[in-house]
């Protein structure tokens, strides 16, 4: 069984610039979660995909945007670079969308200077 | 909006000892799960409590749910070195957050020789 891949593992971008993180799920789940995680802290909710739609979003801004692929996997895409914007993303996914476990993949560190 | 706070943040144990975890969240749900993350890592699923009076046990850690209180605990025992983590509880809103889960801030556990 394959597990929850992320892509890149780590990365460094200036202010203004725009990144673009990926997710491969876990074999069988049809729903791919985002979490920002700040340094010491508990990782937020970003968005929920499902069925390649966005099913579900927290207190990001729109420059906080998504895809979901037929093969379920993700992109997290993030414009308009903020120093704050620093931190670990955590894809996470599940076998549907209302199973409630989630499997996290090793995240990407996103580094904004 | 729901929120978790876990107790304590900071957690600095010799081996042998026993310590428990506490986890409050504010909203009625069913489903709380605890996660360890050791530095620089992702997330790792221990436990998946899904109703009330739900008790799991792996090895030296046990959790357990109280649905009415809505207080979830973690015990350690006879801590050893290896359980050095931070150790994240997660509630999820229910069936209409779509596996939406809110993290606490994460108890950062030493275990000292």
């Known amino acids: 069984e394959t597990g929850v891949t992320q892509s890149p593992t780590h990365l460094i971008k200036t202010r203004g610039q725009q990144v673009t993180l990926r997710c491969s799920s876990q074999s069988g789940h049809n729903t791919v979660s985002w979490y920002q995680q700040a340094l010491g802290q508990g990782p937020q909710f970003i968005f929920q995909y499902y069925r390649e739609e966005e099913n579900g979003r927290g207190n990001f801004p729109p420059r906080f945007s998504g895809l979901q692929f037929p093969n379920y996997s993700s992109e997290l895409n993030v414009n308009a670079l903020e120093l704050d914007d620093s931190a670990l993303y955590l894809c996470a996914s599940s076998l549907t969308v209302n199973t409630g476990e989630l499997f996290f993949g090793e995240g990407s560190r996103l580094t904004v200077l | 909006e729901l929120k978790v706070e876990q107790n304590p943040l900071f957690l600095s144990m010799q081996e042998g000892k026993n310590y428990t975890i506490y986890c409050n969240y504010s909203t009625t749900s069913d489903r709380l799960y605890w996660y360890r993350q050791d530095p620089g890592k992702s997330l790792e699923s221990l436990f998946v409590?899904?109703?009330?009076?739900a008790v799991k046990q792996e090895g030296r850690l046990m959790a357990s749910l109280d649905t009415k209180a809505r207080l979830s605990t973690l015990h350690i025992t006879a801590a050893v070195h290896d359980l050095s983590a931070t150790y994240f509880c997660?509630?999820?809103?229910?069936?209409?957050?779509?596996?939406?889960?809110?993290f606490g801030e994460g108890t950062q556990l030493t275990v000292n020789p």
């Open positions: 997660a509630v999820d809103g229910g069936e209409t957050s779509g596996s939406r889960l809110t």
């Open positions: 409590l899904l109703s009330n009076g």
